[in-house]
């Protein structure tokens, strides 16, 4: 086995010394309030950012705002079912999730969560969304097609980020309990509870799908690199303080983790069980909100300074 491990160190391909990421953009956004996740509809040509009582929309190759999602009062996230036509929104005081029509940005219809939803992703195996209630320590299951509820799964814990593999199964981090999940998105229960030391307060998610490897990045100043299918934590490596999201570019092999402190760390997949920090890439305080848009390979960020809420965009001019 440490042959094997050895040779394929040998004929991985070497890391880049540097990828060359800088801030190369602020987007102004008017109006006030807090703001949390980003989501990047690649082929709409979308990036939704969500803002206090509404989510954002704009375009993702000029940068303009085309439109926002009004009356989502304390919004968390944006899932995105576009065979479907329809995007889900999580409102974190209403308890509820907004579903809105891709091409109007219009309101169709609303469904009941658990107290405060935070996190909400799309599984298209199953066609549902779920969202994450991070104050009932569960996930609401809704029909994407219908906008019924279908059931509660249990978490017995505080949810945080979630990513679905394509094949019945979500994944779910706990922060508090230092624990990941495995849910049969088909069954709606929790198939398997993993440990994540050394990872400790695991917070954001992003899925290699292709070698079924999980990227957790952990307030401890880590991101771990897990098995998906038996739950091993392959190995840690040190990334910046206050992480809030990872995001996976599977074409260069970059795995990106946004920082409250200001940073990105950047860390290069040389093979599927061996990474490598790369760069640092400075962005701005509490800059912790992050998404790739795959086919320009763009960071998209918000933050607040001096009372301004923007959108900062990362790239390799």
Known sequence: M???????????????????????????????????????????????????????????DSGAIVGNIPNTEGVHGVAVATELGRGFTSNGKSSTVTIFDLKTLKPIGSAPTGKKPDAIIFDASTSRVFAFNGESDSATAIDAATGKVVGTVDLKGGPEFAVADGKGYVFNNLEEENVLLKIDANKLSVEKRWPTAPCGAPVSMALDRKNRRLFVGCRS???????????????????????????????????????????????????????SVVETVKTAPKAKTMALDPKTHKLFLSTAENGQFEVLVVEKP
Do not use: C
Request: aromatic residues 6%; glycine residues 8%; charged residues 20%.
């Open 2 to 60: 440490l042959t094997l491990t050895l040779s394929i160190g040998l004929l991985a391909a070497p890391a880049p010394s540097d990828t060359g990421y800088s801030l190369t953009k602020k987007i102004p956004i008017p109006g006030q309030g807090s703001w949390d996740y980003v989501t990047v509809d690649e082929g709409a040509r979308r990036v939704y950012v969500s803002h206090g009582t509404q989510v954002e929309v704009l375009d993702a």
């Open 221 to 275: 100043k880590v991101m771990a690199v897990i098995n998906p299918d038996s739950g091993e934590v392959i190995t840690t490596l040190p990334i910046g303080d206050h992480v809030d999201a990872t995001a996976f570019d599977a074409e260069r092999k970059l795995i990106f983790n946004s920082n409250g402190e200001g940073t990105i760390t950047v860390i290069h997949q040389d093979s599927p069980d061996k990474y």
